[in-house]
């Protein structure tokens, strides 16, 4: 029985499915198996799977009997003979030291789950310049009601107990379905502790799900309905920062006009002293959503989606 699951849910993913399975074959811990679910792909990346599967027996390629990245997850998870369950999209990169840190942090038994910081790059890794910061506690239900630490799956390990007992994603959830799980991860009692590194490469793509701002906004909703079951409700301080965590991603993924303006100026007329703090991340998103709408899109692109 390997230490760890990987899974990885594929769905188009030939153009990076290679670049990903080899930052996990890189990894400096070697006793892994990787799950991936293919989702009904109908470009190479299921030949590309198989192919990688004959070259490393440590990979497995499954087709998700359901549909959607939610259903391959948990599908993945059921396949899965490791103890500790990790996550990673496949068009992600994780750092080579990645299984090394989430095997110190396990080594506390007490850690039901961990995280670390995430780098954003469109095109190559060592471009990155945006790279996420993590809470110096563990994860808590307030704490996801304004933004995410996590940010993406590709950053989340966990004891398989654990996520059997959270349920597993809802299926019928593609947007913010990580934070619709996490907050019920948290609220059945998980510690989720971060890890002050960088462990994962993320690629910011203009057309990735979480590119659709109004659907991310009503996956939110439904979240909120989970953390109000569990007793939380957002404040307007947490709304800020949610406001301002979308003008960020309206900026990344290069949206025209007004819609980074209009989300952070509805998130700074709410709680002005928290969507200015921390200032380099306030003031620099009211920046940038200012001086966009005047910018031409290769410019708001070259400056923005990294």
């Known amino acids: 029985m390997p230490r760890f699951s990987i899974i990885v849910p594929c769905y188009q993913a030939a153009k990076t499915i290679a670049d990903t399975l080899a930052s996990l074959r890189a990894q400096t811990v070697t006793d892994w198996e990787a799950l991936c679910?293919?989702?009904?792909?109908?470009?190479?990346?299921?030949?590309?799977?198989?192919?990688?599967?004959?070259?490393?027996?440590?990979?497995?390629?499954?087709?998700?009997?359901?549909?959607?990245?939610?259903?391959?997850?948990?599908?993945?998870?059921?396949?899965?003979?490791?103890?500790?369950?990790?996550?990673?999209?496949?068009?992600?990169?994780?750092?080579?030291?990645?299984?090394?840190?989430?095997?110190?942090?396990?080594?506390?038994?007490?850690?039901?789950?961990?995280?670390?910081?995430?780098?954003?790059?469109?095109?190559?890794?060592?471009?990155?310049?945006?790279?996420?910061?993590?809470?110096?506690?563990p994860l808590s239900i307030p704490m996801?009601?304004?933004?995410?630490?996590?940010?993406?799956?590709?950053?989340?390990?966990?004891?398989?107990?654990?996520?059997?007992?959270?349920?597993g994603l809802r299926r019928e959830m593609v947007h913010n379905e990580d934070l619709d799980w996490l907050i019920r991860l948290v609220g059945i009692g998980a510690r989720i502790d971060p890890i002050d590194r960088v462990l994962v490469h993320y690629r910011v793509s203009r057309s990735g799900l979480s590119a659709d701002i109004e659907r991310m906004r009503a996956g939110r909703a439904i979240a909120l309905e989970s953390a109000a079951r569990f007793g939380f409700q957002p404040d307007a301080q947490a709304e800020a920062v949610h406001l301002r965590y979308l003008a960020r991603r309206a900026l990344r993924v290069g949206l025209g006009g007004t819609t980074a303006l209009g989300l952070a100026l509805r998130g700074l007329a709410l709680a002005p002293a928290r969507f200015l703090t921390p200032m380099h991340r306030g003031c620099g998103t009211l920046a940038g959503a200012l001086i966009a709408p005047a910018l031409p899109a290769p410019m708001r692109r070259a400056l923005f989606s990294r």
């Open 37 to 137: 679910v293919d989702d009904g792909s109908t470009d190479a990346t299921y030949a590309l799977l198989r192919t990688a599967a004959v070259a490393d027996p440590r990979i497995r390629v499954l087709e998700n009997p359901g549909k959607g990245p939610s259903d391959a997850r948990n599908h993945g998870a059921a396949q899965a003979s490791g103890e500790l369950l990790a996550f990673c999209d496949a068009d992600d990169l994780w750092a080579a030291d990645k299984l090394a840190a989430l095997e110190a942090a396990f080594a506390d038994p007490a850690c039901d789950g961990a995280f670390g910081r995430v780098s954003f790059f469109e095109r190559r890794a060592e471009d990155a310049r945006s790279v996420s910061s993590v809470p110096s506690a």
């Open 144 to 167: 996801l009601l304004g933004e995410n630490p996590v940010c993406t799956m590709s950053n989340i390990a966990l004891r398989a107990r654990v996520f059997a007992q959270s349920g």
